[in-house]
């Protein structure tokens, strides 16, 4: 497969990482308590099975979110504690463009589409698995693009082709 070179796309940055567990209370006597993340939020889904802390390391456009998840119910699924290390969140400059492009040559997007996620951004994933019609997957790793906004765009990197 032969990919167009050109991507009317930039990935700016690490915008998360979600670490899951059976018992979130676990994860944040390290990542709280410990290592002295600042909670700024909570996130629970039904459909995302998911009961989650929203913590977060720096400030501003470069401040990092690290989630700290448990399952609603251990039995269904997703299962956000089956990987200790869930999934790894991207800053992206253009989401739907990256998609759009991303798609066309070859990589495999989770189900659910793009929607807004637990921090209010829009949001996708990169499938961990590739398929026959989709070759490219994230080899394992499920991988989160996120919408940046325009303050995180200006200062991880400006617009796509800005060269800056």
Same mark, same amino acid.
């Given at each position: ?21 059976? /018992?979130?209370?676990?994860? *944040? *006597? ?10 700024t ?21 470069h401040?990092?979110?690290? /989630? ?25 400059? /253009? ?12 990589? *495999? ?5 793009? *929607?807004?996620g637990?921090a ?25 693009l ?10 991880l990197g ?7």
């Amino acid at each position: 497969m032969t990919m167009n070179a050109t991507k009317p796309y930039r990935i700016l940055g690490i915008q998360q990482i979600a670490i899951g567990g059976p /018992d979130k209370a676990a994860l *944040r *006597r390290l990542w709280v308590d410990v290592l002295g993340l600042e909670v700024t939020g909570t996130f629970v889904s039904e459909q995302e099975n998911v009961d989650e802390d929203i913590c977060a390391i720096g400030a501003g456009p470069h401040r990092v979110e690290v /989630d700290l998840m448990q399952p609603l119910d251990p039995e269904k699924r997703p299962a956000v504690h089956a990987t200790p290390l869930n999934h790894v969140g991207l800053w992206v400059d /253009d989401l739907p463009k990256a998609v759009e492009w991303m798609t066309a040559n070859g990589v *495999r997007f989770a189900p659910g589409g793009v *929607r807004k996620g637990a921090a209010g951004h829009d949001i996708c994933f990169i499938h961990p698995k590739s398929s026959g019609e989709f070759p490219i997957g994230g080899e394992g790793v499920l991988i989160e693009l996120v919408q940046a906004p325009d303050d995180v765009v200006k200062a991880l990197g400006g617009p796509c082709g800005s060269g800056a």
